[in-house]
């Protein structure tokens, strides 16, 4: 059974910086689609950053230039370095992991998304303020 958890969420304010951890157990990951996902109140979960099997990145428009994946797989952990931070960056940050992610094309580039069913951590909160 794989395991996700999540830390490093806290309050900031504009323009600061944080850097997210997952860490993963029960499985080498490194052959999954992984990555970050974010939900608002109110809102729909929105894909952040993902790894796909083959090691391709993928960033959302929203955080590109700002946010950066990364993982150690030495320590099965996976990271969203977080810089820049804007108050619509306030949201739960879940990572999630799915051996069998679907891929996807969108305005020309290839990204996986793990499924709703698959491997999803608790979520760590991350709260910006103006």
């Known amino acids: 059974q794989v395991q996700l958890v999540e830390s490093g969420g806290g309050s900031v304010q504009t323009g600061g910086s944080l850097r997210l951890s997952c860490a993963v157990s029960?499985?080498?990951y490194s052959w999954y689609c992984r990555g970050w996902f974010r939900q608002a109140p109110g809102k729909e979960r929105e894909r952040v950053a993902t790894i796909g099997r083959d090691g391709r990145i993928s960033v959302a428009d929203s955080v590109q230039g700002r946010f950066t994946i990364s993982e150690d797989n030495a320590k099965n952990t996976l990271y969203l370095q977080m810089n820049s931070l804007k108050p619509e960056d306030t949201a739960m940050y879940y990572c999630?992991?799915?051996?069998?992610?679907?891929?996807?094309?969108?305005?020309?580039?290839?990204?996986?998304?793990?499924?709703?069913?698959?491997?999803w951590g608790q979520g760590t909160q991350v709260t910006v303020s103006s």
């Open positions: 999630a992991a799915d051996p069998l992610a679907p891929t996807y094309l969108d305005r020309g580039r290839f990204y996986c998304s793990p499924r709703q069913d698959s491997y």
């Open positions: 029960g499985d080498t």
